[in-house]
Structure formats: structure tokens, C-alpha cells
């Protein structure tokens, strides 16, 4: 069964730092694409940021120069590290991504890990 499996959610004090994490699991050829995205309570889910090969980007406004994306291709694992975390990115935060299996190319979500910022 292929997975993506997100770890290093938590709480945080503002301008504080997280790692996020985010492991493919489970019988798959390849991965393309890998995405963070973002769910506050009430809002819509919303792309933080992409990697693609060596291409990056930071989709959302709100978190550039302050999240960074990146990716462990030899352990098909995926990070997301956030600094000066603020009290506007409190969600829950899924991991994304496009994986090979049996010559078809298919989008898997991960379960999703919260992110709580909190004095």
C-alpha cells in the first residue's frame, strides 16, 4: 500500500521554527512532484510549496522567505522547514505528490500534521 506519512507537527511560541517531514512509502516506481499545502479551520486548503526535480517554489506569499522547501530523493522523503512562524500559519499541513505505480501516474495526500502557534 503506498503512503505518504507527515511527522513533526506541534506547537510552537511565535518566531519559533519547525521541520516538517513527509515519508513515501509502499510499492511505487518514481515520484515527480511533491507539495506541501495548508488548512486553517474555516479556510480553504491552500499550496504552500512545490518541488519539482531541482525547481522550488514557494506558491504561498505569506511564506516566502520564511519556509523552505526540499527533498531526500535516495529516501523519496520530502521536508518543509518553517521559521518565524507566526500566528497566521496555525493548520493542519498535508503533504502531496505525484507517484508512479504500475506505468500510471497518480496523486496521493498524506494523512496531514498540525501546526499550532501559540504564546
Known amino acids: 500500500q503506498v503512503q505518504l506519512v507527515e511527522s513533526g507537527g506541534g506547537l510552537v511560541q511565535p518566531g519559533g521554527s519547525l521541520r516538517l517531514s513527509c515519508a513515501a512509502s509502499g510499492r511505487f516506481s518514481s515520484i515527480n512532484r511533491m507539495a506541501w499545502y495548508r488548512q486553517a479551520p474555516g479556510k480553504e486548503r491552500e499550496l504552500v510549496a512545490t518541488?519539482?526535480?531541482?525547481?522550488?517554489?514557494n506558491d504561498a506569499d505569506s511564506v516566502k522567505g520564511r519556509f523552505t522547501i526540499s527533498r531526500d530523493y535516495g529516501k523519496h522523503t520530502a521536508f518543509l522547514q518553517m521559521n518565524s512562524l507566526s500566528l497566521d500559519d496555525p493548520a493542519v499541513y498535508y503533504c502531496?505528490?505525484?507517484?508512479?505505480?504500475?506505468?500510471?501516474?497518480?496523486?496521493?495526500w498524506g494523512q496531514g500534521t498540525q501546526v499550532t502557534v501559540s504564546s
Open positions: 518541488i519539482i526535480g531541482g525547481t522550488i517554489t
Open positions: 502531496n505528490a505525484d507517484m508512479l505505480i504500475m506505468s500510471t501516474w497518480t496523486n496521493y
